[in-house]
């Protein structure tokens, strides 16, 4: 099975290689979004370090205020070796503090920044990926991504990463202090590491299948939250809440459990370090008694021994802590870099030649199209589109007539043979000047949140108002909208449900009226309209699409009567080509649907 | 851009907040009570070790009885085994309570935010919703389970050390207390910035979640326009706020980690002088003053961790207040406590002066529909005609309250629907809509969805009745479908054209076998020929169905045996088809084909036929 890309995402399990090859993607992407930062990261660090190192000399200051300090100023009545002890300990204790809150607010700004920058890229990334991929993957998933990944990934950066660099130095810095007043204590130390090394391996396994387990079931829940919520509509008039709520709640327990399980098996690290942390404790304190008791030792040195030995301690639940979050972040990226790693099936040529459209000429040459490999949706075919022409596609639903569209507005592209615009083949065409050039506009016109205004400018993101009301009266839109409550200024709210399917299709229109391509698909454009508005729209077409190609899907033959020429698509095949006129007068296949929809009128 | 801000609630206080999570909690509520009095032993455990130091320090390394030693360090082991047995239980007493309490908030939201009118939904886009109902709710577990067991814990554990701080000395306990004043205020100030920060960075991040949303939803748009860049450069720029919110909480923090970390060690240095000069003058054992820093290091842990547990706590409290402003939205649309169960089921639907205005409409906007008065017969099939915008859609939603009128009534059967209960009422009345919407679900289940009697018949009852919403729908392709009627489609499934998905819906709706069907639009997407065989096995349906059809051709109100004009909110004319042809010029002007466009295609024949069809 193929772990590459989103494909394994559901899986718990993986074989070592599999393993191996998830963690070498996370860790490059990992390198990649730190490396920018890595000038600040190194400052942060020596933050941290000088940070720690004030914290570590607190406890040998106190040590030799009990050592020498107390002595001089009990035996001999001399303050001045206490005072300065004081003094020291005031100014370490303020840069310690001083630090810590600047590497603090320096570590938050990069982890955020690092952040930023992911979801940049999974939103950049996700505008790259071809629909074929968008119509499998489900836009609950690429939710999932952006919010529960992201978040814990946050986790980590915020909190984890200092903690980690904190603890690893703290660590260090304690076990030199330990060893500079006490080197026998440091052998106990280092005795200790073994059983702490045994335990956080245990750790690491244990915790990556349940974070796993965890990730995947919460983006369960998330596409079925994201899917009744826009489906609400539906499941109210069927009354699905119960189904809806049943397999809701079953989602959320298997979330509960992974989740439990998470927690649990941190549960039992953290105290199992706390137990060896204990023991050497102990032993450090036994070792060091009897030599007090020798005279061999200071009480100070006693005390200050014991504290590092517990501080020692400190730090190593603080990596334990950062462990758990990084596992539980790994799981995270996992899915993240494999979501980046998806190439999209078509590409945007490296360095693609500037193109203006002149003529609109489109040609397709052998060309054939699959889904999957011999399953072919449209078989070998070649067509020529002279520039200017309005051609209309012709034929039962499913027949292709969409797939021939998304072929010409490259949402996919050809399994085999060219498509050529005005001579270029479409693939050398850089993105913005092919979707300058070829624009299509589909039956479901989505309208995102913000103004009437902002959706029509969509089309032409520097359209000034008179351009917008221009488009907006040329396609009949704009006396329902100034009948809105603030005119062009309305937020379309959710989904533009106060927009009515019709009306949607009239700012989708506008926004194709206001983009002005060379080259015009309509996909069922106009399907939601009413017959007065199909009327304004179709002589707004006609003015529209005198200087320019049009490609025209309707099942109203209303809209194909203003087409040139007519295919007539069947299983994939253009079954008739000619002029509309010609076609009629046939008995072909046009002449015959012709007839039903003439019928149809009554 | 709309954020919710102007809706939310006043933050609520901490006690308050916890309160209102109490119903959540059941009895679950012992187990983090138990967290909490076992996260109180394992600190006074850990306070027990420089007890028995100090015991140590003063006894046996005095050179009392070297043999001490052992029972001694043997004690001091046994404390902190405990403590690391007391963490453990502390962790497994919450750990199953928390999670639990976090699912029942869980599908308690989910249930509220089903059972809230589509109006709620209009508003509120699943990106906020979705990250409440998500994140905040996780944020509110963290803090249960951990933060707000800690929190009791450590202050408890605070209080203690510091009265154990008083028996070994008075007067360096006391200054270490007046030094450590200062904590509570820069406290209160950290508290009152970041409560609004950590608000805003909420909402913030919800806005952002419905940009992601949006921008998956509208790809295709986004991409005929290559309009990626710009979609993502307005996500940046609120991915940008919500970052430097996020940045400032940090500041925020920080500066409070300041506080927190200085002024202990500053109450440190203050009693390590006095301290000298107390044991100078006799006052203080070495034992003591040892065990009095001793006690100090232990209470450092606790002290620290305020700054990051009250940060967790004030972000779990806005979290809260975000989940609590979806519990506070009424359900304004529920079953009536005492429902009538109708007697008769034939199926008359009667409009009386019907008023709808979108909620939050200003005074000056008309009614969207301002009273409109409609009767239809039991087993007529009336078919609703209107401009684009003019109301038509609300129309068909009002029957099913997915919507309440804001005047008048809808009387089915002569019962108010609002007297019904929404299950009786949902069951007699069907509807299909423009936009079909189809879950990730089998093909079979997304049809027969209507139909919850059937989920325990025998499989040939239930596979005639998909057998024949299929067939009248036309739409049998599902049989060549890989898996045929059990074929996954939705989101997470095979992707069907629109053509076949509004198939579906229809045959979705007419497999439920309601008395009142309401088709809105229900044949836009097919193809001319789709369409007539479909229309030929409805009319079969609709003749023992009542049903209210939104139209905008003249096929689909061929379906109809009358005709209701729906114009500036009030319905003009009702008739026959041919009747409004005569009668009113508006639906002719709607309804009639496009014979008076001027039409550049030089075909005779097409406008010919035209005029004649329109008559």
């Not at chain 1, 829940?221 to 709640?249: C, H, N, T, W």
């Not at chain 1, 913005?432 to 039956?443: I, P």
């Not at chain 1, 299983?571 to 007068?585: H, Q, S, W, Y």
């Not at chain 2, 606790?302 to 402003?325: C, H, K, N």
Request: aromatic share 8%; glycine share 8%.
């Amino acid at each position: 099975m193929s772990t590459t890309g989103v494909a394994g995402e559901d899986r718990q399990d993986f074989t070592t290689r599999e393993n191996k090859a998830i963690r070498v993607r996370s860790i490059a992407l990992l390198r990649v979004l730190v490396r920018p930062h890595r000038v600040r990261f190194g400052w942060t660090a020596i933050m941290i370090v000088a940070s720690t190192a004030a914290q570590v000399a607190g406890p040998l200051l106190i040590a030799w205020g009990i050592d020498i300090g107390l002595p001089a100023a009990v035996d001999d009545g001399n303050f001045a070796p206490i005072l300065t002890i004081v003094v020291a300990f005031l100014a370490t204790g303020i840069s310690a503090a001083g630090f810590l809150a600047a590497y603090t607010r320096w570590s938050i700004a990069i982890s955020q920044d690092i952040l930023g920058e992911l979801r940049r890229r999974i939103f950049e990334h996700t505008q790259r990926l071809s629909l074929e991929f968008h119509e499998r993957y489900t836009s609950g998933r690429i939710i999932a991504r952006q919010t529960s990944d992201i978040d814990t990934l946050g986790e980590l950066l915020s909190g984890g990463l200092s903690n980690l660099v904190a603890g690893l130095l703290f660590l260090v810095f304690t076990a030199v202090a330990l060893v500079s007043i006490d080197p026998p204590s440091g052998v106990a130390l280092a005795v200790a590491l073994i059983p702490i090394v045994a335990v956080t391996w245990w750790f690491s396994n244990a915790s990556r299948r349940e974070f796993r387990a965890s990730r995947i079931y919460s983006t369960r829940l998330i596409i079925q939250f994201v899917e009744s919520m826009a489906g609400i509509r539906a499941v109210k008039s069927f009354r699905r809440e119960p189904v809806d709520r049943a397999a809701y709640a079953a989602k959320v327990e298997d979330y509960r459990e992974a989740t439990r399980r998470t927690i649990h098996v941190f549960g039992i690290y953290d105290p199992a370090l706390k137990v060896i942390g204990t023991l050497t404790v102990a032993a450090v304190l036994l070792f060091g008694s009897f030599r007090v008791i020798d005279g061999t030792l200071e009480v100070g040195a006693l005390l200050a021994v014991v504290l590092y030995t517990r501080r020692f301690f400190g730090p190593i639940e603080d990596l334990a802590m950062f462990y758990n979050s990084f596992q539980s972040a790994s799981s995270a990226l996992e899915k993240i870099s494999g979501f980046l790693e998806e190439r999209p099936s078509v590409v945007e040529p490296a360095n693609p030649a500037p193109f203006e459209a002149s003529r609109g000429d489109i040609v397709a040459t052998d060309v054939a199209f699959a889904y999957s490999a011999g399953n072919p949706v449209l078989p070998k075919f070649s067509l020529s589109i002279a520039g200017g022409q309005t051609v209309a596609l012709v034929g039962a639903t499913g027949a292709g007539k969409s797939t021939l569209a998304k072929l010409i507005a490259r949402f996919y592209d050809p399994t085999d043979g060219v498509m050529t615009l005005d001579g270029r083949n479409l693939t050398t065409i850089g993105d913005v000047d092919f979707r300058r050039a070829v624009t299509l506009v589909t039956q479901e016109a989505y309208l995102f949140s913000g103004s009437i205004a902002d959706n029509i400018r969509l089309g032409k993101t520097d359209a000034t108002d008179d351009e917008v009301m221009a488009a907006a009266r040329a396609v009949g839109a704009h006396d329902f909208i100034t009948a809105l409550p603030d005119g062009y200024d309305t937020d379309v709210n959710k989904r533009g449900s106060r927009i009515s399917a019709g009306q949607r299709q009239l700012v989708s229109f506008c926004r194709a009226f206001i983009a002005n391509p060379r080259v015009l698909i309509l996909d069922e454009a106009t399907a939601s309209l009413d017959i007065p508005s199909e009327r304004l729209i179709q002589s707004a077409l006609q003015k529209l699409l005198k200087d320019r190609t049009a490609i025209i899907i309707a099942h109203r033959l209303s809209t194909v009567a203003i087409a040139d020429r007519v295919l007539v698509i069947d299983g994939g095949r253009i079954v008739e080509d000619g002029p509309t006129a010609e076609l009629l007068k046939g008995s072909g296949r046009f002449a015959t649907l012709h007839r039903a929809w003439r019928d149809s009128l009554a | 851009m709309p954020t919710v801000d102007a809706e939310s609630t006043p933050p609520a206080g901490a006690i308050r907040g916890l309160a209102r999570i109490l119903p959540f909690a059941g009895r679950d509520v012992y187990g983090l009570i138990a967290g909490m009095a076992i996260s109180l032993i394992s600190s006074a455990l850990a306070l027990g070790i420089p007890i028995a130091l100090e015991a140590l320090v003063d006894g046996p390394l005095r050179g009392d009885d070297p043999t001490l030693v052992w029972p001694a360090v043997g004690l001091i082991a046994l404390l902190g085994l405990f403590e690391a047995l007391f963490i453990y239980l502390r962790r497994v007493a919450v750990l199953t309570p928390g999670t639990r309490i976090d699912s029942r908030i869980r599908n308690a939201i989910y249930d509220h935010l089903q059972n809230l009118p589509v109006a709620f939904h209009d508003k509120w886009q699943s990106g906020q919703l979705l990250s409440r109902a998500h994140t905040d709710v996780g944020l509110m577990r963290r803090w249960l389970s951990y933060g707000a067991v800690m929190l009791v814990g450590n202050s408890i554990a605070i209080v203690l050390g510091i009265a154990i701080l008083f028996t070994w000395s008075p007067i360096l306990a006391i200054l270490f207390l007046i030094c450590s004043i200062p904590m509570f205020v820069f406290g209160s100030r950290f508290r009152n910035r970041f409560t609004g920060l950590s608000r805003a960075a909420q909402d913030q991040w919800g806005d952002v979640a419905t940009s992601v949303e949006e921008s998956v939803h509208g790809i295709r748009v986004l991409r005929s326009f290559g309009r990626g860049n710009d979609s993502l450069s307005r996500f940046a720029e609120r991915a940008t706020h919500g970052r430097n919110l996020e940045v400032a909480k940090g500041n925020a923090r920080a500066t409070l980690g300041f506080w927190l970390e200085w002024i202990p060690d500053f109450a440190l240095a203050a009693c390590l002088l006095v301290g000298v000069w107390l044991a100078s003058q006799g006052d203080l054992t070495t034992g003591q003053l040892f065990a009095f820093f001793a006690t100090a290091a232990v209470l450092a842990g606790p002290i620290e961790s305020v700054g990051y547990l009250l940060a967790l706590t004030l972000e779990a409290q806005s979290g809260l207040d975000r989940i609590f402003d979806i519990f506070d939205r009424d359900n304004t649309i529920t079953s009536p406590a005492a429902p009538i169960v109708p007697k008769t089921s034939a199926g008359s639907l009667v409009f009386e002066d019907v008023h709808y205005r979108h909620e939050g409409g200003d005074g000056d906007v008309r009614d969207v529909l301002n009273g409109v008065s409609l009767e239809i017969l039991p087993g007529e099939t009336m078919a609703v005609v209107g401009a684009t915008g003019s109301g038509k859609t609300v129309l068909t939603a009002l029957p099913a309250r997915l919507y309440d009128v804001t005047g008048g009534r809808i009387l089915l059967d002569r019962v108010d629907v609002r007297d019904l209960s929404l299950d009786t009422l949902r069951t007699r009345i069907a509807m299909a809509f423009e936009d079909a919407t189809l879950f990730s679900d089998t093909v079979r289940n997304n049809v027969l969805l209507g139909r919850h009697d059937l989920v325990d018949a025998p499989a040939s009852e239930s596979d005639a009745v998909l057998a024949q919403a299929l067939s009248i729908a036309e739409a049998e392709f599902v049989y060549d479908l890989p898996d045929g009627v059990d074929t996954m489609i939705g989101e997470q499934g095979l992707s069907l054209s629109g053509g076949q998905r509004q198939r579906l819906a229809l045959a979705r709706a007419i497999a439920a076998a309601p008395e009142v069907l309401v088709l809105d639009d229900p044949l836009s997407a097919l193809d001319v020929e789709t369409e007539a065989r479909v229309e030929a096995a409805l009319r079969k349906v609709l003749s023992t169905t009542t049903a209210l059809v939104v139209a905008h051709r003249p096929s689909t109100v061929m379906l109809a045996d009358r005709v209701a004009l729906l114009d500036n909110g009030r319905i003009a004319a009702v008739g026959t088809h041919s009747e409004l042809l005569a009668t009113s010029a508006t639906y002719r002007h709607l309804i009639s084909s496009l014979s008076d466009e001027p039409i550049d295609v030089d075909d005779e024949g097409v406008s010919h036929e035209h005029d004649r069809s329109c008559g």
